[in-house]
């Protein structure tokens, strides 16, 4: 038996007779890691064009011990960055964030910034849809949330409120993206619920 890729299985395997269920509590990457391999599965499934955005960064010190092996000793930031992904999903131009938490209870708002509420402020009254994909790590569960529940949270927490996104929340007014095996996190369905 190969593999997908092509590869021969090793002979060496242990093959079990009882099936048991997959588990995917470890699998051993980033949130952001899985997003970036659901968006070339999207690409080269012709669903959607998504990329993650570089961060602009300015090089000061290069070490040219070779040619061939330039070392980076110093760089810098040049701008804040705006949302980690952007692209184009059904017609419609899309711009998320990705989080991940290792509390179980709640969001912490901490963990986004005012010039991202911003430019997804922005993007959202010119028609396009933002989001944000959180990981509740210990949990191991996926959520979309879309902005306008975002920016109210964030809003609310500018007011006096509360400095966090309850948990009971996050699952009531965002849909909980599953595991897939090719789109890890198969966040184009969560958006044709909500959107399409």
Not at 31 to 54: M, Q, R
Not at 81 to 103: L, M, P, Q, W
Not at 123 to 134: K, L, S, Y
Not at 160 to 168: D, E, M, Q, T
Request: glycine share 6%; proline share 6%.
């Amino acid at each position: 038996m190969n593999y997908p890729n092509g590869k021969r299985a090793s002979k060496r395997m242990n093959v079990s007779k009882h099936r048991s269920k997959p588990n995917f509590s470890n699998r051993g990457m980033s949130l952001e890691e899985d997003i970036n391999v659901t968006n070339e599965y999207y690409l080269n499934a012709g669903i959607a064009v998504v990329h993650k955005k570089p961060t602009p960064v300015q090089i000061v010190n290069v070490d040219y011990p070779k040619r061939s092996a330039a070392v980076i000793k110093e760089a810098y930031f040049k701008q804040a960055s705006t949302t980690d992904f952007n692209g184009v999903y059904r017609g419609k131009h899309i711009d998320f964030e990705a989080k991940e938490t290792r509390n179980k209870t709640s969001f912490p708002l901490s963990n986004v910034h005012q010039h991202q509420i911003d430019h997804m402020k922005a993007v959202h009254e010119h028609g396009g849809i933002c989001f944000m994909i959180i990981k509740f790590t210990p949990l191991d569960e996926v959520y979309l949330l879309p902005s306008p529940q975002l920016f109210h949270y964030w809003d609310d927490q500018i007011g006096g409120g509360r400095k966090s996104i309850p948990y009971h929340h996050v699952q009531l007014e965002g849909v909980q993206i599953p595991f897939h095996y090719q789109a890890r996190v198969d966040y184009a369905k969560a958006l044709d619920k909500l959107y399409f």
